[in-house]
């Protein structure tokens, strides 16, 4: 599939298209690269026009392991999502951006900001028996070693990108 966004053409391929729509199966609940990993492809399926039912099976703490049906999106609120994460990307170009899936997760998902924080924050450092995200080569080496957890500015900037990413990717909201 392929859409023209403001001059720039986005395309891509979807896997595990069927004809009553496109399935995603996770083991366990959903995480920060799952979603965006899912999240994308419904965007750039929606933006197309390929007006089908989203679905991923996965567990889930109220309905448990069952097939979650991703609301439509109109293809107009696609591309806006879909623009505002490429406006994102050549921020990201310009300057790493203090951002992690994992760890983003934990403050986009948690039911309160203090306890999103708290747990963004945790998975960020890690601990003694805990991958901590930000000690991955990459990140590491993109961020410079900045924590964006060390101050308000930058963990107010790390919650402004999470929200970003994650609210174009679940809701399809730019």
Known sequence: VEVDIDGLRLHGRLDDVWPNGI?????????GPSSIRNGLDWLLASAAGF????????????????????????????????????????????????????????LFS????????R???????????????GDSDAIRL???????????ASRDEFARITGLVFGAVTRGEP
């Open 110 to 117: 948690a039911e309160d900001a203090g306890r999103g924080i």
């Open 23 to 31: 399935v995603r199966l996770r083991f366990g609940k959903p995480n």
């Open 142 to 152: 993109a961020l410079r070693g900045r924590d964006p957890f060390a101050d308000a």
């Open 51 to 106: 007006d089908a039912p989203f679905v991923e099976v996965h567990d889930d703490v109220d309905a448990g392991i069952d097939a979650h049906v991703r609301a439509p999106i109109s293809q107009r609120d696609a591309i806006d999502a879909l623009r505002s994460l490429i406006a994102l990307r050549r921020a990201g170009l310009q300057q790493p951006l203090p951002f992690a899936p994992y760890s983003g997760w934990e």
């Open 119 to 133: 747990n963004a924050a945790a998975r960020w450092r890690g601990g003694d028996r805990q991958w901590g995200e």
